[in-house]
């Protein structure tokens, strides 16, 4: 029987290799997609998000567990459509029009799609008109913008301006060093969140 805190602890840790062979195992067992991805992948991801978030890990090793969670869930990915699971919530992500910092914005998408979240990443330097297009043709539920220059700022406001003329009712979260909570309500976005593993609880309270 495929250990799923084995999967998990392989995630922790970075183990690419294990991840995947515990995954290939548990598929060819018959173990349920859903539980490979609550008990192995998502478990493995929560425990390094809340050690990012404490401090107790740092960047390199929240990259290394993402890259493991990455591998794996590329064979888990077909198994989850067949068995017809539903994610947990979908947005489009992006850095802001002028902005060519991704390292943070990689970060909170890998730890969105480590919760289950169906992420579109649109890349960088993303213009207003395009989050609008990919927002409208996903049909997401958020928008989630990031800006490292104080520069780029001003573009999280016009990208916030887009959506709403747009018309569309996905709600906007937004983060980036230089970003605060004052200036996401300044600028009327929806949230604000300092950290990729507290993207993932704000994620969740959005769309609750
Ligand atoms: Co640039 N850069 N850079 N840079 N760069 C900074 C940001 C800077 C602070 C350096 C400095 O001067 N001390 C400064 C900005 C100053 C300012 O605006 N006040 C700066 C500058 C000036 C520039 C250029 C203008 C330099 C030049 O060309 N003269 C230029 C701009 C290019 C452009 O974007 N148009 C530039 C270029 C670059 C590189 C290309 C060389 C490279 C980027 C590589 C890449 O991203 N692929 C780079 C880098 C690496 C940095 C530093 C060193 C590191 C940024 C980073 O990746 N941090 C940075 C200095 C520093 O921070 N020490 C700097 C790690 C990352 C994990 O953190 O992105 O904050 P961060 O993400 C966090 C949170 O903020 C949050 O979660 C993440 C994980 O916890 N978060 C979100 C981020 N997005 C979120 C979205 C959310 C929620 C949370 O919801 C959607």
Do not use: C, W
Not at 47 to 71: C, D, H, Q, W
Not at 105 to 113: E, P, Q, T
């Amino acid at each position: 029987m495929a250990d799923l805190q084995a999967l998990a602890q392989a995630i922790i840790t970075g183990d690419q290799n294990t991840a995947l062979e515990v995954t290939k195992a548990a598929i060819q067992e018959g173990t349920a997609p859903k539980k490979i991805l609550d008990e192995g992948l998502i478990a493995g991801m929560n425990t390094i998000g809340e050690r990012f978030k404490n401090n107790e890990v740092y960047i390199p090793e929240v990259l290394i567990a993402a890259r493991a969670m990455k591998s794996a869930l590329q064979i888990l990915e077909p198994e989850l459509v067949k068995a017809g699971v539903e994610p947990v919530g979908s947005l489009v992500v992006g850095t802001v029009q002028g902005d060519l910092h991704d390292i943070g914005k990689n970060l909170v998408a890998m730890m969105l799609k480590g919760a289950g979240f169906n992420v579109i990443d649109l890349g960088v330097d993303v213009a207003p008109e395009e989050f609008v297009a990919q927002a409208k043709k996903a049909n997401v539920q958020l928008v989630g913008l990031s800006a490292l220059l104080t520069t780029t700022m001003p573009s999280m406001e016009r990208t916030i301006k887009a959506i709403k003329e747009a018309g569309l009712s996905a709600k906007v979260m937004i983060g980036g060093a230089p970003v605060t909570q004052d200036y996401a309500d300044k600028i009327g976005a929806d949230g604000y969140s300092p950290d990729a593993a507290s993207a993932v609880d704000l994620a969740k309270s959005l769309i609750a």
